[in-house]
């Protein structure tokens, strides 16, 4: 069942409750343990968070472009994109168009974890290391952040301490299977990583999702490579700009297929479905594919199997929520 968590369709930066409240282009998700849920909102630069009941306030961001340290409104970004969450409640946010991977405390204050803010790959701590327009970040349990490197054509680790290194990715666009360097991406624009340490990747403009072992050995979990929206599994099926990438606790993959307009679900086993969307843009609230969507990106997924969405070019936050 699909439905509207927040925002009323109509481009601001009102904070308010549910339809009251207004986004400009969101597309990063993220969701804590409490069922709060922290938002990329993109063409706003800031980073909205909403509570289970619906409230959305502005965690951080001053809404004008920049990459300003500080707390709260006094801080600013430059198109951010995916967020994460730890389970400390510490956001970690892809500043898209300032290529810094920045952090922000429960209590709003602002720092750069990583990132010169110049383009770049290099590999070093802090601000040595750069970063080429990263659109998504995941963490892990153990306080790793791990960075879509989108137009860098990687995907990087930070560690808590800041040091970057590269995870998988050869720098240069492309599709290759292999290990670390050795593999190719283009243009991956989210990361996901579940309990064990696997990586799934949104591998956008290869249509593909792929997945990275902790050994850092990249394979194809699904996709053909050519665009479209078939169902089936592994690389019988076929995706469309696929933009974010969530895995839940039984590692089942959810895709934001951005230019099909569906969520997609990927099994363990590789069976891909579509788990709600219409295929055709819109923003009608309903049950699986009676429902629609308009360029959805980034998801996140709790642990009650809920899957959020941020619906882009709506500028809203849905809600998907398992059948009873």
Known sequence: MVSTLAGSGTVGS????????????????AVDASGNVYVGDRFNDMIRMITPAGVVSTLAGSSTPGTANGTGTA?????????????????????????????????GVVSTLAGSGTV?????TGTAASFDEPYGVAVDASGNVYVADTYGNKIRKVTPAGVVSTVAGSGTAGSANGTGTA???NKPFDVAVDASGNLYVA????????????????????????????????????????????????????????SSNEIRMITPAGVVSTLAGSGTAGSANGTGTAASFNSPTHVAVDAGGNVYVGDWANSEIRKISPAP
């Open 14 to 29: 009102a904070n308010g409750t549910g339809t009251a409240a207004t986004f400009n282009k969101p597309e990063g998700v």
């Open 75 to 107: 801080a600013s970004f430059d198109m951010p994109s995916g967020v994460a969450v730890d389970a400390s409640g510490n956001v970690y946010v892809a500043d898209t168009y300032g290529n810094k991977i920045r952090k922000i405390t429960p209590a």
């Open 120 to 124: 770049g790959s290099a590999d070093g």
């Open 183 to 185: 593999a190719s991406f």
């Open 203 to 258: 591998d956008g403009d290869n249509n593909e999702i792929r997945m990275i072992t902790q050994a850092g050995v990249v394979s194809t979990l699904a996709g053909s490579g050519t665009a479209g929206s078939a169902n089936g599994t592994g690389t019988a099926a076929s995706f469309n700009q696929p933009f974010g990438v969530a895995v839940d606790a039984s590692g089942n993959v959810y895709v934001g297929d951005a």
